[in-house]
């Protein structure tokens, strides 16, 4: 699109802009930021983001020229299985440049011509013929704007946030040109800029995966219809670079093949350019190992929304994973603006009657209703926003479509049992992807429902209002026990998730929960230390057993070298979280193609026990300003720390243990309290004495103690 004016050098001028499917923006050839893939993605028959820039800078004395590139991008390109055009036929743009008081707005009196680029796709890739000559200017279709609003947005844009070098390269046989594998080492989401010498005409395809099959070539099974490829025809002779600006892949490799005489990549990663706010580190490599892989999870799908998967036909913003992985995200980036903007594309997803679908933006994947964990999201993250934000903002515009959908799914089980067997309709994805264990969908229902219904009171109370769901969580918590405790007092469920759902929950009495630990353990045990446990236990498991006596045992599955367990992915390469515990194993290689990413963060999930188990650092009140330092030793671990950055500055948990002797470095920023509990032992160093309840009490500041350690069964002393 192109809009030719004259203007003054040193004039003030910004424009506002938008489009359907993405625009890049040049003034007199300069780009007007450096955002990439906008507008992002929402639903634009529900809000479309505007975006401001100052252009001053760029005007020049005369004659000047607004350039914006579009592409099909969300709104008009494929969206998750096969399907294109969800929202819009072709792409558009809304553009209007305010030259201190005159506008331009875009019109009929723009202009548009077409570019080599032949193909940008999301899933497909981008095809760019270099020795096209762009056509001569052709009038421009004015269409009707997007049904929705149009919302000026300033929140953190999508951006290139950091460059990544191969660490090896192959040559391949081929049958004619060149092919050329190059291995990035790190699984990461974005694109490759490359740089070839070859002659005019000549022909590059660049393909993408994440791992190589057993031959050593590229394994796209996995990436079911998403091409993933890139294509390029050279402009000229010599040496010459490209980069693809509207198509994103998930991969660790690419192939570059064609005619050629060499060639150079460099991978450029993209996603929402969020700030560090946290970070975790220990002794033990494989745990650092594992936490890199968290963060580039997480790096890899934040981009405009969270997303289950970079790679394959879906990229979608599923719920139930942001819910199983929110806690562990805050640890790393800060997503304040990041989830506000996700929780308001769930609003816009959320249908007539109150239900909540299992994605957001739903580009109509055919489920109304996500079902438990899935569209209980809705008032989970809305709630670890404000717990870790303190933002009452947020929950006040939110709280009213959090209250119309939990309303709904009281109404749907009068009984108080969610999803029972008995009653038509949905009853949820279960807990997915567990290994060799069912739990039953009216437990993880009713446990949800009461949950969400804790939660949801926990956010009226803090907006000053009191709602009916302190209730109805009692009653959910009855119906549940009614239901799912047996007369010997267990579980009728022996999944691991059935207890660790009841117990982090706090589904059954106090007296009961022992036993029920003492199954969970037993379970692990009987499995040979081994977790089977999905999206919807894993989350919790850990620090249900460190909460409740068995951290010995969270320390044995996080010990466990096998599948499933943590450890293993990384033996085999992993750079990133694995979909699912056996996404690979030696024995039977490849799990099914039709699922089976290589980048889905919900198992990482368990970077939340490492700070706030292990380092023993969490928050306490909304936004941090009460903090709580407890950690728990990991036998074995000489050192560890977690930090993240508050409102008034860095909380740092930091232990290290020497010979049995524990110390410990705590760090409690402006506006925080934190309360202090060390581990068992002999206290051989404080900085003031503890309360009656064994506890320091610690303001502002620095603070450094010691302990001999007890000798424990889990051989945590000396
Ligand atoms: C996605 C998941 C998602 C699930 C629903 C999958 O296809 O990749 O991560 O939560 O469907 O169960």
Same mark, same amino acid.
């Given at each position: 699109?192109?809009?030719?004016?004259?203007?003054?050098?040193?004039?003030?001028?910004?424009?506002?802009?938008?489009?359907?499917?993405?625009?890049?923006?040049?003034?007199?050839?300069?780009?007007?930021?450096?955002?990439r893939l906008?507008?992002?993605?929402?639903?634009?028959?529900?809000?479309?983001?505007?975006?401001?820039?100052?252009?001053?800078?760029?005007?020049?004395?005369?004659?000047?020229?607004?350039?914006?590139?579009?592409?099909d991008?969300?709104?008009?390109g494929h969206v998750a299985q096969k399907?294109r055009?969800?929202?819009?036929?072709?792409?558009?743009?809304?553009?209007?440049?305010?030259?201190?008081?005159?506008?331009?707005?875009?019109?009929?009196?723009?202009?548009?011509?077409?570019?080599?680029i032949l193909e940008a796709d999301l899933l497909m890739g981008e095809s760019y013929d270099a020795?096209?000559?762009?056509?001569?200017?052709?009038?421009?279709?004015?269409?009707?704007?997007?049904?929705?609003?149009?919302?000026?947005?300033?929140?953190?844009?999508?951006?290139a946030t950091q460059e990544v070098l191969p660490i090896g390269v192959v040559e391949k046989g081929t049958w004619n040109g060149k092919r050329l594998l190059f291995d990035l080492g790190q699984v990461i989401t974005g694109v490759v800029r490359a740089r070839v010498v070859g002659?005019?005409?000549a022909h590059v395809s660049l393909r993408h995966a994440e791992v190589l099959d057993a031959k050593g070539e590229l394994y796209t099974a996995n990436l079911r219809t998403a091409r993933a490829e890139d294509h390029w025809t050279l402009?000229?002779?010599?040496?010459q670079e490209w980069e693809p600006r509207f198509t994103f892949h998930g991969f660790r490799y690419v192939e570059l093949s064609g005619e050629f005489e060499s060639a150079e990549v460099v991978g450029i990663v993209l996603g929402?350019?969020?700030?560090?706010?946290?970070?975790?580190?220990?002794?033990?490599?494989?745990?650092?190992q594992?936490?890199s892989n968290?963060?580039w999870g997480f790096r890899g799908n934040?981009l405009?929304?969270?997303t289950d998967c970079p790679q394959r036909d879906e990229r979608l913003?599923?719920?139930?994973?942001?819910?199983?992985?929110?806690?562990?995200?805050?640890?790393?980036?800060?997503?304040?603006?990041?989830?506000?903007?996700?929780?308001?594309?769930?609003?816009?997803?959320?249908?007539?009657?109150?239900?909540?679908?299992?994605?957001?933006?739903?580009?109509?994947?055919?489920?109304?209703?996500?079902?438990?964990?899935?569209?209980?999201?809705?008032?989970?993250?809305?709630?670890?926003?404000?717990?870790?934000?303190?933002?009452?903002?947020?929950?006040?515009?939110?709280?009213?479509?959090?209250?119309?959908?939990?309303?709904?799914?009281?109404?749907?089980?009068?009984?108080?049992?969610?999803?029972?067997?008995?009653?038509?309709?949905?009853?949820?994805?279960?807990?997915?992807v567990?290994?060799?264990?069912?739990?039953?969908?009216?437990?993880?229902?009713?446990?949800?429902?009461?949950?969400?219904?804790?939660?949801?009171?926990?956010?009226?109370?803090?907006?000053?209002?009191?709602?009916?769901?302190?209730?109805?969580?009692?009653?959910?918590?009855?119906?549940?026990?009614?239901?799912?405790?047996?007369?010997?007092?267990?579980?009728?469920?022996?999944?691991?998730?059935?207890?660790? &759902?009841?117990? @982090?929950?706090?589904? %059954? !009495?106090?007296?009961?929960?022992?036993?029920?630990? #003492?199954? =969970? +353990?037993?379970?692990?045990?009987?499995?040979?230390?081994?977790?089977?446990?999905?999206?919807?236990?894993?989350?919790?498991?850990?620090?249900?057993?460190?909460?409740?006596?068995?951290?010995?045992?969270?320390?044995?599955?996080?010990?466990?070298?096998?599948w499933?367990?943590?450890?293993f992915p990384i033996r085999h390469g992993a750079t990133t979280i694995w979909e699912r515990w056996d996404g690979w194993t030696p024995e039977k290689g490849f799990q099914d193609p039709g699922m089976n990413s290589f980048n889905h963060y919900?198992f990482g999930?368990?970077?939340?026990?490492?700070?706030?188990?292990?380092?023993?650092?969490?928050?306490?009140?909304?936004?941090?300003?009460? &903090?709580?330092? @407890?950690?728990?030793? %990991? !036998?074995?671990?000489?050192?560890?720390?977690?930090? #993240?950055? =508050? +409102?008034?500055?860095?909380?740092?948990?930091?232990?290290?243990?020497?010979?049995?002797?524990?110390?410990?470095?705590?760090?409690?920023?402006?506006?925080?309290?934190?309360?202090?509990?060390?581990?068992?032992?002999?206290?051989?160093?404080?900085?003031?004495?503890?309360?009656?309840?064994?506890?320091?009490?610690?303001?502002?500041?620095?603070?450094?103690?010691?302990?001999?350690?007890?000798?424990?069964?889990?051989?945590?002393?000396?």
């Open positions: 699109m192109v809009r030719e004016f004259r203007a003054k050098a040193g004039q003030p001028a910004t424009l506002r802009i938008t489009g359907l499917g993405l625009y890049d923006a040049y003034l007199n050839g300069h780009p007007v930021c450096d955002h906008e507008p992002g993605w929402t639903d634009p028959t529900k809000r479309l983001h505007v975006r401001s820039h100052d252009v001053s800078d760029l005007i020049r004395d005369g004659a000047n020229v607004l350039e914006v590139m579009l592409a991008g969300w709104a008009v399907r055009q969800v929202w819009r036929d072709r792409p558009a743009l809304w553009a209007e440049l305010d030259l201190g008081g005159e506008k331009l707005a875009t019109g009929p009196d723009w202009s548009c011509r077409r570019t080599g020795t096209m000559e762009e056509s001569e200017l052709l009038p421009v279709l004015v269409v009707d704007p997007p049904a929705g609003r149009l919302v000026e947005y300033d929140g953190p844009p999508v951006r002659g005019k005409g402009g000229a002779d010599g040496q929402t350019d969020l700030l560090e706010s946290g970070g975790f580190e220990c002794s033990d490599p494989v745990i650092c594992l936490w968290i963060d934040a405009s929304i969270p913003g599923w719920t139930g994973d942001a819910l199983a992985f929110m806690p562990t995200a805050f640890w790393l980036r800060d997503c304040r603006e990041f989830l506000a903007k996700w929780l308001e594309d769930l609003t816009d997803a959320q249908r007539e009657d109150g239900s909540v679908p299992p994605v957001a933006p739903d580009p109509g994947i055919g489920l109304d209703d996500g079902g438990p964990a899935w569209a209980d999201a809705i008032v989970f993250c809305l709630h670890q926003h404000w717990r870790q934000y303190g933002d009452l903002d947020t929950v006040r515009r939110m709280a009213p479509a959090a209250r119309r959908w939990l309303d709904r799914e009281l109404a749907q089980a009068p009984d108080f049992i969610r999803c029972h067997p008995g009653r038509a309709g949905w009853k949820g994805f279960g807990d997915w567990s290994i060799n264990a069912e739990t039953p969908h009216d437990l993880i229902g009713t446990a949800f429902l009461a949950e969400s219904c804790r939660l949801m009171a926990d956010l009226d109370e803090a907006l000053g209002e009191k709602g009916p769901y302190r209730e109805a969580r009692e009653s959910a918590v009855a119906a549940f026990q009614r239901r799912f405790l047996t007369s010997d007092g267990i579980l009728a469920s022996p999944s691991q998730t059935s207890h660790v &759902l009841a117990l @982090a929950f706090d589904l %059954v !009495p106090t007296e009961l929960r022992p036993k029920l630990v #003492q199954a =969970l +353990a037993d379970d692990i045990g009987r499995r040979g230390w081994k977790l089977s446990t999905g999206f919807i236990g894993t989350p919790l498991l850990m620090s249900v057993l460190s909460e409740n006596g068995r951290h010995d045992a969270a320390c044995r599955l996080l010990a466990q070298e096998d499933p367990g943590w450890r919900a999930s368990v970077g939340r026990w490492l700070c706030e188990t292990a380092a023993g650092l969490r928050l306490t009140e909304p936004g941090g300003s009460g &903090l709580r330092f @407890a950690p728990q030793v %990991v !036998p074995g671990w000489e050192h560890c720390r977690a930090w #993240q950055r =508050l +409102a008034g500055g860095v909380a740092s948990a930091s232990w290290e243990v020497v010979d049995g002797h524990f110390h410990f470095f705590v760090q409690v920023p402006a506006g925080s309290h934190a309360v202090v509990s060390l581990p068992p032992g002999e206290v051989t160093e404080e900085p003031f004495p503890p309360g009656l309840d064994g506890l320091y009490q610690a303001g502002p500041g620095s603070y450094d103690f010691a302990v001999w350690l007890e000798p424990g069964p889990e051989g945590l002393g000396p």
